[in-house]
């Protein structure tokens, strides 16, 4: 199956020039715990990372850091991975578990974001194919 069937297709994003606190309020905007970070979130949705929540307890309630004077490009890893979007549901646990990463950025030929999968999308899709698994033994005992 390809991971592209069970991505988040409307990925919020952010540009990487953004604040810190402005991600902030896109995350509360659109319930979510991540943002793929892109060149210009206007014009060029290359992707250039992840920012979670996470990323901003540690960088700022730890330190205690004004949230309008640190800007995501000063705190992203640059190891960035992402999946094509034909790639295989398979192929993307793999890269996810060698990356040890939760989330993964689904990109086209282009390599323009279309979507966003996290270890949540995958394991809702596993908890399915072992319910309908279930189903077939559950019907072959009856």
Same mark, same amino acid.
């Given at each position: 199956?390809?991971?592209?069937?069970?991505?988040?297709?409307?990925?919020?994003?952010?540009?990487?020039?953004?604040?810190?606190?402005?991600?902030? $309020?896109?995350? $509360? $905007?659109?319930?979510?715990?991540?943002?793929?970070?892109?060149?210009?979130?206007?014009?060029?949705?290359?992707?250039?990372?992840?920012?979670?929540?996470?990323?901003?307890?540690?960088?700022?309630?730890?330190?205690?850091?004004?949230?309008?004077?640190?800007?995501?490009?000063?705190?992203?890893?640059?190891?960035?991975?992402?999946?094509?979007?034909?790639?295989?549901?398979?192929?993307?646990?793999?890269?996810?578990?060698?990356?040890?990463?939760?989330?993964?950025?689904?990109?086209?030929?282009?390599?323009?974001?279309?979507?966003?999968?996290?270890?949540?999308?995958?394991?809702?899709?596993?908890? $399915?194919?072992?319910?309908?698994?279930?189903?077939?033994?559950?019907?072959?005992?009856?």
């Amino acid at each position: 199956m390809p991971v592209q069937k069970i991505a988040t297709s409307k990925t919020v994003c952010i540009s990487e020039n953004a604040s810190l606190f402005e991600v902030s $309020k896109k995350m $509360k $905007k659109y319930n979510v715990g991540a943002v793929v970070v892109v060149k210009d979130a206007e014009a060029d949705l290359t992707p250039v990372g992840i920012i979670t929540d996470r990323d901003i307890v540690v960088e700022l309630v730890a330190t205690g850091v004004d949230p309008n004077d640190v800007y995501i490009k000063e705190i992203l890893v640059d190891d960035l991975m992402t999946v094509k979007e034909g790639s295989s549901v398979q192929e993307a646990i793999s890269s996810m578990k060698k990356k040890g990463v939760r989330r993964v950025p689904i990109v086209n030929e282009e390599n323009k974001v279309v979507g966003i999968v996290s270890m949540d999308d995958l394991l809702m899709l596993m908890v $399915k194919e072992l319910c309908e698994l279930v189903d077939i033994v559950r019907q072959q005992h009856l």
